[in-house]
């Protein structure tokens, strides 16, 4: 498991650590992105950023879109089950995965 991000983390509402958390528990860690070699998108950045998606109410395709920022559609199948627990968190509220 992965620590929580810290206090001075962007990172303030209960969906946007949940977020966080799903990507922590998917192995998301810093550096890691999903298929960028070298990529420097962290986990609380990403999370940040897939708050403000989930808030677009998207659908699971779109959502993987965002998880791969537009590219790498052959990670799709990898990252499915990570975009079906993000969406859990917009109809169970903001309550953590």
């Known amino acids: 498991m992965a620590p929580e991000p810290d206090s001075s983390s962007v990172l303030v509402t209960a969906r946007q650590r949940a977020v966080y958390q799903v990507l922590a528990d998917a192995g998301f860690t810093e550096g890691s992105g999903a298929g960028d070699e070298g990529s420097e998108t962290s ?44 969406l859990e968190l917009t109809t169970r509220g903001s309550s953590p995965a």
């Open 43 to 86: 986990p609380v950045a990403l999370a940040f950023i897939l708050d403000g998606v989930l808030s677009s109410n998207p659908s699971e395709d779109q959502l993987l879109d965002a998880l791969t920022w537009g590219r790498h559609r052959e990670l799709w199948d990898e990252l499915r089950p990570v975009a079906r627990r993000l």
